[in-house]
């Protein structure tokens, strides 16, 4: 992350979203320890990049000011401005954490073909589904992620729609107030050959909807 300042309070928006456009077809964009605060979201209009941090000390962060265009995530994966989605493939997040400050998304991923989501540690999602949240994926892994505090009305831990042949592997789920994982779509965008195993979900609690505190 050439340029970006990891003292938890320097926006680093723009300088993530260059060092993305910037990166290598295959190549890799490392994060390392710090903080790295961004006041609105990351769009990230392309794939076959791996993102990887130095442990679960490199951290992108919601700062306090954040806003989002259409309630978007704080990395948002597939979309190259707000409302502008964009087909991408082989994408690989590891080894960092990626936190929503409950203001936002950590992560989200739009119209993806082949990626793995592994040893993330996902955090404090906003009003909306979903701290890791997919809509629209194939051959998508998520797998021994760490992903806690979904609060919003339909707090989710990891949400997939229209999704085929994800995995969901030992991930841990735990304070959400809707559903641990959830695999959905509508008429025609189900999600389908589903391989969800060795899941730990807990403590959902406390939500105002119909559909709620389920594990899957």
């Given at each position: ?5 990891g003292d938890g309070s320097t926006d680093n928006q ?102 793995l989501i592994e040893n993330v540690q996902a955090l ?93």
């Amino acid at each position: 992350l050439y340029g970006a300042v990891g003292d938890g309070s320097t926006d680093n928006q723009s300088v993530l979203a260059t060092v993305f456009r910037a990166a290598q077809e295959g190549g890799t964009v490392w994060v390392p320890a710090g903080t790295f605060c961004v006041k609105s979201p990351v769009y990230i209009g392309r794939g076959n990049v791996t993102v990887r941090g130095a442990s679960w000390n490199a951290i992108i962060k919601a700062c306090a000011s954040f806003t989002a265009a259409s309630n978007r995530g704080l990395l948002a994966f597939g979309y190259s401005a707000a409302t502008t989605g964009v087909a991408i493939s082989n994408l690989t997040i590891r080894d960092l954490t990626l936190d929503g400050n409950s203001l936002a998304k950590a992560l989200e991923i739009n119209t993806l073909t082949t990626g793995l989501i592994e040893n993330v540690q996902a955090l404090r999602a906003g009003p909306t589904h979903g701290v890791i949240f997919v809509t629209t994926a194939t051959d998508l892994t998520i797998s021994h992620n760490y992903v806690a505090g979904a609060l919003g009305q339909f707090g989710d831990g990891i949400y997939c729609q229209a999704c085929t042949r994800p995995k969901m592997l030992a991930n841990t789920v735990t304070d959400v107030t809707r559903i641990g994982i959830v695999f959905e779509g509508g008429v025609g965008t189900e999600s389908k050959h589903v391989l969800a195993q060795g899941n730990t979900i807990f403590y959902t609690h406390e939500s105002s909807v119909s559909e709620a505190n389920a594990a899957i």
